[in-house]
């Protein structure tokens, strides 16, 4: 007779029991197997992508070290320190360059008087005195509603004035504009002085 604990029957159930534990082994072998190919493919993708843009970066300093074979040892980083230097020369270059002694200079422009008085006809004209000074200068001319004395002259005057009384305000207009151009090696300069109109 059996007994209900027969040893008989304990190599089924150990059969049985040990079945499940090997499928979750194999399961977790396959699942483990799926991501260490796909962490595979990754990389050789990341690696496949990132190669491709390696010559163009490698290019230039291949470039530079196959132009200079005598500096077989030099690092390739100074060939790129030495361009930035000269292209940061250019901006130092290019700063506005300063006044040269030969640039004309009006250094004084006034008139007397700063204000016409006209009398209520506005048919008269007032007389005006200039005085200036000028550095640098060559020629030097007067002109009324102009800025640039010398395209539109009044008169060619003498480049340092004292008392210019050539020019007079004409009382129909309210105000006129009086200029000073002078001329020299460096260019033309030119200043302007406004009159108005005051009625007796």
Request: aromatic share 4%; net charge negative; with cysteine.
């Amino acid at each position: 007779m059996t007994h209900p604990e027969d040893p008989s029957r304990e190599p089924d159930a150990t059969a049985s029991g040990s079945a499940s534990p090997l499928r979750r082994r194999r399961a977790a072998l396959a699942v483990g197997s799926a991501l260490v190919l796909g962490g595979i493919a990754l990389a050789i993708w990341a690696v496949t992508a990132t190669g491709s843009s390696a010559p163009q970066v490698a290019a230039p300093s291949t470039a530079a070290s196959a132009s200079s074979p005598g500096t077989a040892g030099a690092s390739p980083a100074e060939p790129p320190a030495t361009s930035a230097s000269e292209a940061s020369a250019p901006p130092a270059a290019s700063a506005p360059p300063a006044a040269s002694a030969e640039d004309p200079v009006i250094s004084a422009f006034a008139v007397e008087p700063a204000v016409a008085a006209c009398p209520d006809d506005r048919a008269g004209t007032v007389p005006l005195t200039f005085s200036w000074t000028s550095e640098g200068a060559d020629r030097a001319w007067m002109g009324v509603g102009t800025s640039d004395a010398s395209v539109q002259p009044a008169a060619e005057v003498d480049l340092t004035s004292a008392g210019f009384s050539g020019l007079t305000f004409a009382c129909s207009d309210a105000d006129q504009v009086f200029t000073l151009t002078v001329q020299g090696a460096g260019g033309t300069v030119s200043e302007t002085i406004a009159i108005s109109r005051e009625l007796d």
